[in-house]
Each structure stands twice: as structure tokens, then as C-alpha cells.
């Protein structure tokens, strides 16, 4: 096999690989002498028949299998051999001729391919004694953990029909139908709907006019959908319900003792708070790592810098402009909506798709060389935790991951990623400094290092695509309050 270095521009590398037919005739009659005790052939007794026989009748197909091994698994060796990592599945040209084919087929004729590919550049990694950190902590006070209890005890709390017109506080059983030009329109109708007045769950307008309402009366409600409402064919638009109440029922008085736990599944009052507090603590806690985080990758962008393979940045830029995309449609909003074209956006977050992949290799480095590794059993957690996001559809998650090649990788990535930084933490400086609730959740002026440089260039919704490998996730959002056993979970 003759290897043959035909390009090397930056990271681009091409090679032309060369196997004499004589070679590939070689390794041919070793199978069809393998094959020659398998085959059963009519007129020849098993293991007598002769390899010209043999090669006329299956010469063409187990040549055609070799040629399909070569081409799997030569590659791999060959960068091997050359001590190189290709960034992404190295492209593979061969002839198309079918006359050429033929001869190749026909051990005629040597094979040759070429292989293109993008090496992973060599990365020299540098000491994190100089990182430095500043760890934001929030001091949890009782008046929240009882705010949060008492936000639970509202959820959970029961109603009784009165007489009488509706205040807030109340809960209003109705049926409705909703109208934009006259028109019902999807999703705009429900039957025994219950909504609690006061709470602003339903479009802004909506619940005051419920406010006085009894059981029996029929009123039509008009309200203004908000400009930025996610169904983009109702954005703006006015729209009338037709409401009929069917009942008004007022909420019972609302304690925290040691009952509303029983009713949560909870064995006392001073066990929920220790449960909430710890909710608390969690969801402050993932807001603080993300900002410790974004401080130690914004510190390694600055350490290193080099030319990134642009076959991974063209990817990591197409999910990203994929996303930017989805998420200007469904606000119905364009480029120019958002201060910007469409080529200064391309060129921004293309920088930041280049940021990425550059701190991807860093960290993927910094774990090799440090020995990360992610077990079978983080890898089973994190599957079992995206069936939990999708109910219903556990069979159809189990069949992706087992049958595509890859997939594992989607869960794998991140949990080595955050093993990654729990290494450079136990080594960078870290300064702790206590911080109120408002300044923990406040963004930096500054934050914007893992977007677009240009603040104009990103559209307001579409700027937070910026979760992935080598960038850090979006801080979690609360989730409603529980309304039974469920406060013993750990909050988002």
C-alpha cells in the first residue's frame, strides 16, 4: 500500500492511498481459497472446486467486499500511523468510471482513493494556576423558604362553591370560546376551565373582566394578544371569548403546619421547609456554577487561540443558525425587526460558532490528558433522565440510542464537559463572595461572551441558542410549585 500526502494547507490534509492489483489479487485467492471449503457448487464435491471456478463465479462480489473493508478501515490506520486525529469522518473519493471499476473488481487494475480531511490541531496545554473565579453565594433566608411554602400551600390549597360574584382569589369555572375577525381559531376553546383570578395566568385583560362575575352569567370578553405571543398568527391581534361561568368558588384559608405536609406527602411542616430549602439552594446553586463556568471558558478563550477545523465550525454554526431561524418564526419577526441583517447576524454568530468548537477541543484536551472519563452508570442516569422529559414516547428514545451510531455521544458530551470543569475547579482560585438573590440572577454587562459580539446582531429571543459542547447551559428556570408529593423532587 502506497500512502501519498498529496495536500497540507493549515489544517486540510488529502491523501492518495494505492493498493497494487497484485496486492488485492493476493488477498483474493486467500478468500476464495477460504471460501473454497464453505461453498457448495452443483457438479463438485465439497472442497474440490476449483479456484478459477470460484473466482468466476464469486470473484467480482468478494472483491467488491474487500474493496468496502478497505475503505472502512484503512483510514482509521492510516491517520493513525501519521499520528493525526481528523476532526470529523474523513471524505473518501474513488472512481466512478464503471469501466475502471470493472478492472479494479477484476484485480486489473490497482485501487486507489483519496482521503480528505480537517486534522484536530495540536493543542498545548497551559497552566490554570492564573484562571482566577468569583463564586456569587446567596444566603437563603427563612422569609423565602416561607414564601415558597406558601406559594405550594396556594396550589395546593382547596375551593368551595359560594354565592355571589367572583373576586381575586377566587376560582372561576367556565366554558369559552375565543374569536380573532369572527373566526374561532385552534386552541381558542375549552370546556370546564378553571382559572384562579388574580394570578395572570391567562392573556393580560382576561382575568380582570372575570372579576364579578357568578355562576350562570354569559359574557363576552375582548382582549389583546401580546406582540410577542408565540403563536405568530395571533400575535397583536384582538380577540373576543364568549364565556359562559358555571360556578365561582372561593379558596379555604391557607396554613402552613404540619397537615398541608401530610397532604403533600410530607411527614411535618419542619421537613417540607427542608425540602424547599434545599430546592432553593439547588436552583441558586446551578445559576452560580453557570456564572463560575462562563468565567473559567471566557478565561480559556483567552488563552488559547488557533485555527479551528471549519468542517466542525460549519456544523456547530448550521445548528445554531437552524435555531436562530426557528426561534425568529415563531416570534413572526425578521432580521430588520431586531436592528440587524441577516449577513451581520451570519458573520457574528459564526464567530461564536468558532468560539465554541475552539473551547470544545480545549476541554475535550484538558480531559484526555487529565483521564475523564464517563461511566456506563452516568450514561444510564442520563438516559433515564430524557425519558423522564418525554412521557409516552420511551420506546421510540431506547430504539434511537440503540440503533443509531453516535447517539450516545448527544449524552456523553455534556457530562464529560462538566467533569472537565469540576477538574479545573479543583485547581483555578476560587473566591467566594456573598451576593443577594437580585445580583445572582441579574446577567452580566459583559456576559455576552458566549454571543454575538454585536448586541444588534442578535435577536433578542434567538441570542440564548448559545447551550453546547463548550459553552454553558441556559440557568434554570423554577418550576411551579407542586401540588402534592412531588415537592420532594428536586426542582429545575
Do not use: C
Not at 367572583?166 to 375577525?181: E, F, I, P, S
Not at 411527614?267 to 439552594?281: A, H, N, P, T, Y
Not at 468560539?355 to 461511566?375: D, F, H, N, P, W
Amino acid at each position: 500500500m502506497q500512502v501519498t500526502e498529496t495536500l497540507a494547507e493549515g489544517l486540510k490534509r488529502e491523501i492518495k492511498v494505492v493498493i497494487p492489483k497484485q496486492d488485492m489479487e493476493a488477498e483474493l485467492n486467500v478468500r476464495l481459497a477460504d471460501a473454497k471449503d464453505k461453498v457448495r457448487i452443483n457438479g463438485f464435491r465439497p472442497g474440490k472446486v476449483p479456484l478459477s471456478h470460484l473466482k468466476k463465479t464469486y470473484g467480482k462480489s468478494i472483491m467488491a467486499d474487500l474493496v468496502n473493508e478497505i475503505v472502512r478501515e484503512r483510514p482509521t490506520k492510516i491517520l493513525s500511523e501519521r499520528g493525526e486525529k481528523s476532526a470529523t469522518q474523513p471524505s473518501i473519493s474513488m472512481t466512478e468510471d464503471e469501466a475502471e471499476a470493472e478492472k479494479i473488481l477484476s484485480a486489473q487494475a490497482d485501487f486507489e482513493f483519496t482521503l480528505s480531511y480537517e486534522v484536530i490541531p495540536p493543542i498545548e496545554l497551559k497552566s490554570n494556576d492564573k484562571i482566577t473565579v468569583t463564586r456569587e453565594v446567596v444566603e437563603i433566608a427563612d422569609e423565602e423558604v416561607n414564601e415558597q411554602i406558601l406559594k405550594i400551600a396556594e396550589s395546593a390549597r382547596t375551593f368551595e362553591t359560594k354565592k355571589g360574584k367572583a373576586a381575586n382569589g377566587d376560582r372561576v369555572t367556565m366554558n369559552y370560546l375565543g374569536k380573532v375577525d369572527g373566526e374561532a381559531f385552534d386552541g381558542g376553546a375549552a370546556e370546564d376551565a378553571e382559572l384562579v383570578l388574580g394570578f395572570g395566568q391567562f392573556i393580560p385583560g382576561f382575568e380582570d373582566q372575570l372579576v364579578g362575575v357568578k355562576a350562570g352569567d354569559e359574557k363576552v370578553i375582548t382582549v389583546t394578544f401580546p406582540e410577542q405571543y408565540p403563536a405568530a398568527n395571533l400575535a397583536g391581534k384582538e380577540a373576543t371569548f364568549d364565556i359562559t361561568v358555571k360556578d365561582v368558588a372561593a379558596a379555604a384559608e391557607v396554613e402552613i403546619n404540619d397537615e398541608l405536609a401530610s397532604k403533600l406527602g410530607i411527614e411535618s411542616v419542619d421537613r417540607l421547609k427542608e425540602i424547599v430549602r434545599g430546592q432553593i439552594e439547588g436552583q441558586y446553586g446551578n445559576i452560580t456554577r453557570q456564572k463560575v463556568k462562563r468565567q473559567i471558558l471566557d478565561q480559556l478563550d483567552e488563552m488559547y487561540q488557533f485555527d479551528t477545523p471549519q468542517g466542525l465550525v460549519d456544523a456547530e454554526f448550521d445548528n445554531i443558525w437552524r435555531q436562530i431561524n426557528t426561534d425568529l418564526q415563531q416570534s413572526g419577526k425578521t432580521f430588520e425587526d431586531e436592528d440587524t441583517t441577516e449577513e451581520e447576524a451570519r458573520a457574528e454568530y459564526r464567530k461564536l460558532a468558532e468560539r465554541r468548537v475552539r473551547l470544545g477541543l480545549v476541554l475535550s484536551e484538558i480531559g484526555e490528558k487529565a483521564g475523564v472519563e464517563v461511566t456506563e452508570e452516568e450514561l444510564q442516569r442520563a438516559l433515564y433522565a430524557q425519558l423522564q422529559q418525554f412521557p409516552g414516547q420511551q420506546k421510540e428514545i431506547l430504539d434511537f440510542f440503540r440503533n443509531t451510531p453516535g447517539a450516545s455521544n448527544s449524552l456523553r458530551a455534556p457530562i464529560f464537559e462538566e467533569k472537565v470543569i469540576d477538574k479545573l475547579l479543583s485547581e483555578v482560585k476560587v473566591t467566594d463572595k456573598t451576593v443577594s438573590k437580585e445580583e445572582l440572577m441579574a446577567e452580566d454587562e459583559d456576559e455576552a461572551s458566549d454571543k454575538p459580539a454585536k448586541k444588534k446582531a442578535a435577536p433578542k429571543k434567538a441570542a440564548k441558542a448559545e447551550a453546547a459542547e463548550g459553552e454553558e447551559a441556559a440557568a434554570p428556570k423554577k418550576k411551579a410549585a407542586p401540588k402534592k408529593k412531588a415537592a420532594e423532587d428536586s426542582a429545575e
